[in-house]
C-alpha cells in the first residue's frame, strides 16, 4: 500500500499563477510532511515542511496548506515562475521513517 | 554546513559485473546515513540507513549491500548487477531537524 500519493503526475501552468500541488497519506502516525524539489540531474533539495500540529506554513511564494483530519495536504505556489519548473516531492515521516510520493512534474511557461 | 560527496559522477556498468558506490559527508559528526534509489522520472526508494559506524539497516533488498566502515563514509554495493539496477543513486543525511532529509549529488547508473 503506497503510504503518500500526490497528485497531479504533471502540471503545466503559465508564468504568474498560481500552482497546487496535491498530497495524501494514509498513515495518521505521521507527523511530518516535508516537500522536496529536484531538478533534472541533481538531488532533491528540501523546500519546505509543515508539523501535523500545523495547519498552514508559509515560506516566501510557497505555502503549505494542511488538513489533518482528511489527511491531505498542498503545496501552493503563488507568482509561479519558469525556474519553479521541476519536479516536486511529498513525503510524510515519523519516528525514523520517511516515505516519498511519485512526485509532480511542473512546467511553468514564459 | 554539511556536505555530501558521492562518487563516481556515472557509471555504465555491464549485467554480472560487481559495483561500488561511495558516499562521504563532512560538516556533521556521527550523522545519520541513507542510501535511495530513484527510477528516472520515478520516487524516491529508501534502500538502507545507518546510524552508527559499522551498523546498516535494510529497507529494500534489491540485491545490493551496504556498508557503514567509517563515521563520514556509506558504501553501496553488489557483486552481480542487474539491468534492474539502473537508475539514480542518492545518498543522504539528516540536516539538524530531525527528518529533513539533506541529499547528495547522485550517482547515475546504467547497467547494459
Known amino acids: 500500500q503506497q503510504q503518500v500519493r500526490q497528485s497531479p503526475q504533471s502540471l503545466t501552468v503559465w508564468e504568474g499563477e498560481t500552482a497546487i500541488l496535491n498530497c495524501s497519506y494514509e498513515?495518521?502516525?505521521?507527523?511530518?510532511f516535508p516537500w522536496y524539489q529536484q531538478f533534472p540531474g541533481e538531488g532533491p533539495a528540501l523546500l519546505i515542511s509543515?508539523?501535523?500540529?500545523?495547519d498552514k506554513k508559509e515560506d516566501g511564494r510557497f505555502t503549505i496548506f494542511f488538513n489533518k483530519r482528511e489527511k491531505k495536504l498542498s503545496l501552493h505556489i503563488t507568482d509561479s515562475q519558469p525556474g519553479d519548473s521541476a519536479t516536486y516531492f511529498c513525503?510524510?515521516?515519523?519516528?525514523?521513517?520517511?516515505?516519498f510520493g511519485d512526485g509532480t512534474q511542473l512546467v511553468v511557461k514564459p | 554546513a554539511q556536505t555530501i560527496h558521492q562518487w563516481p559522477v556515472a557509471e555504465i556498468k555491464a549485467v554480472g559485473s560487481p559495483l561500488s558506490l561511495g558516499c562521504t559527508i563532512k560538516g556533521k559528526s556521527s550523522p545519520n546515513l541513507y542510501w535511495y534509489w530513484q527510477a528516472t522520472g520515478g520516487t524516491l526508494q529508501q534502500l538502507f540507513y545507518s546510524i552508527t559506524v559499522g551498523q546498516v539497516e535494510s529497507v529494500v533488498q534489491l540485491n545490493l549491500s551496504a556498508s557503514r566502515p567509517k563515521d563520514d563514509q556509506f558504501i553501496l554495493s553488489t557483486e552481480k548487477l542487474l539491468l534492474s539496477h539502473s537508475g539514480f543513486y542518492l545518498c543522504a543525511s539528516i540536516r539538524d531537524r530531525a527528518y529533513e532529509q539533506y541529499f547528495g549529488p547522485g550517482t547515475r547508473l546504467t547497467v547494459l
Open positions: 509543515i508539523r501535523s500540529v500545523s
Open positions: 498513515d495518521s502516525t505521521f507527523n511530518y
Open positions: 513525503a510524510a515521516s515519523s519516528n525514523n521513517r520517511i516515505f
